[in-house]
């Protein structure tokens, strides 16, 4: 059981990134304010088909439950803000081999990243961190795809 995370993003990343390689099931506290950055977040580090049950408002007369994967989550939940006490559980990491994403997923996933404000070099370290993808690869890929857009926000300020 993880509990409530830090609100300070870099320690956040952190214990989300140790508990993605973990194999017991991970039990997380999350703040309906925040769920959808925490879908965002963590299944870029756990993996889109990490399976997951959100379970709200539980032993109330309102209680919820929804199954399914964290890439189902993030469609599911991404313009509907549960509102109530929030808990999320996410399987742990199976012995298979790992998924390696394809070159529009990673693509995709980059750009999520830079345009919540994170650096070209955060971004790459972070899908690197949740992926088998080298950095050196990733980095190439962001430049290729976003380097000539960072030059003209750079330019403009």
Known sequence: MIGFLSKH??????????SANEARTQIFYVPPHKFSQFLEESSLLFGDS??????????KIHEEFWRGTLGEAKVRFLNQQPKGEMTLLIEG????????????QLEHELGELISHGHTLSTAVKLVAEGTSVKRKTLYSLALKKFGKQ?????NSN
């Open 9 to 18: 993003g870099p320690s956040r990343r952190e214990r989300l990134t140790a």
């Open 93 to 104: 990491r199976t012995h298979s081999l790992v998924e390696t994403p394809s070159e529009d």
């Open 50 to 59: 990490r399976r997951c049950v959100m379970a709200r408002e539980m032993t």
């Open 150 to 154: 960072l030059e003209a926000d750079d």
